[in-house]
């Protein structure tokens, strides 16, 4: 019913910018909270950044002044932009996104997850 599709990965040198974007598809009638998160090889899946509808955003302290996390409610769609990469921010990014659906049912409120993008810092 809900597809999130990301795009932007790929290999950068140290100090490079690279700009993610993650685009919500499908039977949507809200969404509410977007985020990125990341998961390096042996390690957990960790927040980078979130955003919800209205309010303030939410950064990891390791990404905070490199990163802004921004997106078009319009168009569902959610930005990552990365400044300033080191190579510990290698990772898989995913995307998240709290998504309110209408159906035969009524309103459902439930967690999407995109299928990953690899960021690779190395020069």
């Known amino acids: 019913q809900v597809q999130l599709v990301e795009s932007g990965g790929g290999l950068v040198q140290p100090g490079g910018s690279l700009r993610l974007s993650c685009a919500a598809s499908g039977s949507i009638f809200r969404t509410n909270a977007m985020g990125w998160y990341r998961q390096a090889p042996g390690k957990q899946r960790e927040l980078v950044a979130s955003?919800?509808?209205?309010?303030?955003?939410t950064y990891a302290d390791s990404v905070k002044g490199r990163f802004t996390i921004s997106r078009d409610v319009a168009k569902n769609t959610v930005y990552l932009q990365m400044n300033s990469l080191k190579p510990e921010d290698t990772a898989v990014y995913y995307c998240?996104?709290?998504?309110?659906?209408?159906?035969?049912?009524?309103?459902?409120?439930?967690?999407?997850w995109g299928q990953g993008t690899q960021v690779t810092v190395s020069s």
């Open positions: 955003i919800p509808q209205r309010g303030s955003t």
């Open positions: 998240n996104a709290a998504i309110t659906l209408f159906g035969r049912t009524g309103y459902t409120d439930s967690d999407y």
